[in-house]
């Protein structure tokens, strides 16, 4: 069953099961995305979390944020946790073992979901093997990377995430260095060359975007990936006021585009068919600068003996709008 | 529902089949796997059960050891009967969440083939995997031979999963001695083995989604210190529910276990401390003393966490010198099982010579004339009431003798 969502109001009140006033740092968008994604359904939840900014601040003894069931084993295995919690589930409810509670779920429409949330050191680094084993196996549930391109947790160190130009506690900008080396490892492709039937890309600002695409991944059987951009004020540097604006220029830069890719297949694997989907076009797509502007860990890119790597970044968000643009015409 | 497999009244079994059997009688909802020499075939006897419809669970293959027993705590959590095998670097690749099963307090079946550790890569059996892994604050079981391996699993599920105890628990057997060795075992049929395990009772059940439940939170230093010393508690004391599932077994098969493995003991001056199939030939060679007068003993090692150190004390009061025989590399120091053995005995008041034997590394073999020379010397040390020999020696190795202290 879809819960139907008419505004924002009605939507962001819609279903306490995370406590908001936790002890993330003000303007956090990790908070925004956990909310918009439990509150796009009525459905019960089961959550596994990798740790890093979220498990650490939303479960700290004898406190919990969380009114839905919850787990945390350790940085890498989020994935198979849940992916593992729901074969339990399966074979429990084959065997007539559930709980009363959950037959009961069942019975009124509401099948349980099962969600990991991982930072993207946990999804693109550490927990990368568990997740592309999870993948591979076909697993029914949703893993969501909480993207803010950088190890916040353990204080700001690069990532495979983390995009070139920034500075880092690892890669930091100094007199020879104009920071991060590499650009950022594509993770939404390599999860749907995995052959994954939903995986998408989304951004906390544009939140029906969102929580339209949460819902199509509820409803979709097997590994479902979302990827999440998550503006970190800490890391970013920006105030947390700004952390929605901040955001919604990544948007509108196509530096962070909103797509999903669908791949049809049948129930061994076997794909009949790749589709990509831009889900939302700027009016007018603004300058990549504007973007780095806002967030003073690229402030370095400003020097002039840094400036080419902003040419650098334009040039490749331009190449990569064009490839998804193609792409999607071509139904790939 | 699984089919029933009619076993006769003894199969022979090597210890892996045995393992593998125990684990399909134990109805396993959720198996997460990856294989490794020489706990393979456990994996591999197991998929073949489910392929012929002799288990109802689900089997998942998973990337790494890593992966299986995470797998293993995210269905133990979700709520019902999980296990899994390993040994050596799997073994290692696990050991994260080793200490995380525990700490959840899910009571997970653990298989531990022992094996060597890596470097020099070696897939024969000795207890460096075993050592590796006795902190992580699981009840560690010990089995000698394919027989007890299985007697063994079976007793950990129903040890785990006591309300009282609620602790991960592993079963050991010897790589290759053990598990590739085919002996007479006298299996349950299907209903008495299950009977005897009972069903599984879930507790702080994710799935039980009106009452929501938190696992593996953060503590810092207002609350880790009692979470950990509750679950020290709890560890120390499920002697208890050991003791009472040990003797469930024994009216049930007729086969009686205790902390301790104890031979000829009663009036024993010399004896071998032990783990593993050395404790079986041990006995041969005590046997063989014996025939020369000496009173020779043997005491294995059958539960090693919680470690039995009242009833060790007791059982090696009136003795002389003592072997505490290590089969792992001991890295820097004495063996575990003779600092083990030695703290029991210095609160025990009693002095006996206590010698630590590095031996069978990587497989080497152990040979009936190794362990009457070990008695020999604990003889010697015995009748002259002092230390003869270097505290610590490795024994079967080629080349000049290597000793230390
Ligand atoms: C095996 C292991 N290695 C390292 C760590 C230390 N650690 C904890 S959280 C973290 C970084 C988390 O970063 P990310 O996944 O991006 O999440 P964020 O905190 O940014 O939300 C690290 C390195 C750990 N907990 N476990
Ligand atoms: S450091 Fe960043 S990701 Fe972590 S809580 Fe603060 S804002 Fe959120």
Known sequence: MTKKIRNLKEFSTSNDRYEGANLMCPGCSHNIIVREVLNATDNPVLIATATGCLEVCTAVYPYTSWDVSWIHIGFENASTAIASAQVMYEVLKRKGRLPESTMRAIEEGREPKFVAFGGDGATYDIGFQWLSGCFERGHDFMYVCLDNEVYANTGGQRSSSTPIGASTTTSPAGNVSYGEKMMKKSMVEIMADHGAPYVAQVAPNKWKDLVKKIQKGFETKGPVYINAMSACTTEWKHAPENTIDVSELGVESCVWPLYEIINERDEHGIIYSTKLNITYRPKNKIPVEEYLAAQPRFKHLFKPENRHIIDLWQKMVDIRWENLQKREEAGV | ?405
């Open chain 2, 1 to 405: 529902m699984a089919e029933k497999m009619q076993l006769n009244e003894v199969e022979v079994w090597d210890g892996n089949m045995a393992a593998a059997q125990a684990l399909r009688q134990a109805q396993i909802d959720v198996v997460a796997a990856y294989p490794i020499t020489p706990s393979t075939p456990i994996v591999q006897n197991y998929s073949k059960f489910l392929a012929d419809g002799y288990v109802d669970g689900e089997f998942i293959m998973v990337e790494s050891e890593h992966g299986a027993m995470s797998g293993c705590v995210g269905a133990a959590a979700a709520g019902g009967r999980v296990a899994t095998a390993t040994s050596s670097q799997g073994f290692a690749l696990m050991i994260e969440v080793l200490y995380q099963a525990s700490g959840m307090r899910l009571p997970i079946v653990l298989t531990v083939v022992n094996r060597a550790l890596a470097a020099p890569l070696n897939v024969n059996g000795d207890h460096s995997d075993m050592y590796l892994g006795r902190d992580a604050g699981w009840i560690n079981l010990c089995s000698y031979n394919p027989q007890e391996a299985y007697d063994m699993t079976l007793m950990a599920f129903k040890i785990g999963e006591d309300l009282n105890v609620r602790l991960p628990v592993m079963v050991h057997q010897d790589g290759f001695l053990c598990s590739h060795t085919a002996q007479n075992v006298r299996p349950l049929q299907d209903e008495e083995a299950y009977g005897f395990i009972g069903e599984y009772k879930p507790v702080n059940s994710m799935l039980d989604v009106a009452n929501p439940v938190t696992h593996g939170v953060q503590t810092e230093e207002d609350w880790h210190f009692e979470h950990k010393a509750r679950q020290h508690n709890d560890l120390m004391n499920s002697v208890s529910t050991i003791k009472k599932v040990f003797a469930e077994f024994e009216k049930l098969t007729g086969r009686k276990y205790d902390l301790l493995h104890k031979y000829k003991m009663d009036d024993a001056e010399v004896a071998i401390v032990a783990l593993g199939t050395t404790v079986e030939s041990a006995e041969i060679a005590a046997d063989r003393m014996r025939e020369k007068g000496v009173k020779a003993g043997v005491l294995g090692i059958r539960v090693l966490r919680p470690f039995p150190f009242k009833e060790i004390q007791e059982a090696l009061k009136n003795v002389k010198a003592i072997a505490a025989m290590d089969r792992s590399a001991p890295g820097g120091t004495f063996g575990m099982l003779f600092n083990e053995i030695g703290a029991a005995m210095l609160q025990s008041g009693k002095t006996p010579v206590l010698l630590n034997y590095i031996y069978g590394l990587g497989g080497r073999d152990t040979t009936i004339a190794h362990l009457t020379d070990i008695y020999e010397q604990l003889d010697r040390c015995a009748k002259s009431g002092k230390s003869e020999y270097p505290l610590q020696q490795f024994i079967g190795l080629r080349g000049p003798k290597l000793s230390f202290y």
